[in-house]
């Protein structure tokens, strides 16, 4: 199984930017896909998710400004950026609790990050 993370970049604050994440592989299901932000010299930090069901979570600072979506027929989950600020720097991992053909319960997998820099 692997995720696989793009759309990041170099913006101006105030600006826009969609990530993206597939899943890929042997997978047998998918309950939850999420992104997370590590600011440079902190710990990362879950910034949005989103159920099988459509349930969502927001970081109280991205709420109104970020959106996440999810494409089960794709195993894709996207992340729409907007009103960006300086302070949303920094790599953005996409990661998905899942379960592969080859397991009996589900495991947490990692995307390879994708760097988000926003200039003031």
């Known amino acids: 199984v692997q995720l696989q993370a793009s759309g990041g970049g170099l913006v101006q604050a105030g600006g826009s930017l969609r990530l993206s994440c597939k899943a890929s592989?042997?997978?047998?299901?998918?309950?939850?896909m999420s992104w997370y932000q590590q600011a440079p010299g902190k710990q990362r930090e879950l910034v949005a998710a989103?159920?099988?069901?459509?349930?969502?979570y927001y970081l109280d600072s991205v709420k109104g400004r970020f959106t996440i979506s999810r494409d089960s027929a794709k195993n894709t989950v996207y992340l729409q950026m907007n009103s960006l600020k300086p302070e949303d720097t920094g790599v953005y991992y996409c990661?998905?609790?899942?379960?592969?053909?080859?397991?009996?319960?589900?495991?947490?997998?990692w995307g390879q990050g994708t760097l988000v820099t926003v200039s003031s």
């Open positions: 990661a998905a609790k899942l379960r592969s053909v080859y397991e009996a319960l589900s495991s947490d997998y």
């Open positions: 989103i159920t099988g069901g459509g349930s969502t």
């Open positions: 592989g042997s997978i047998f299901s998918i309950n939850a």
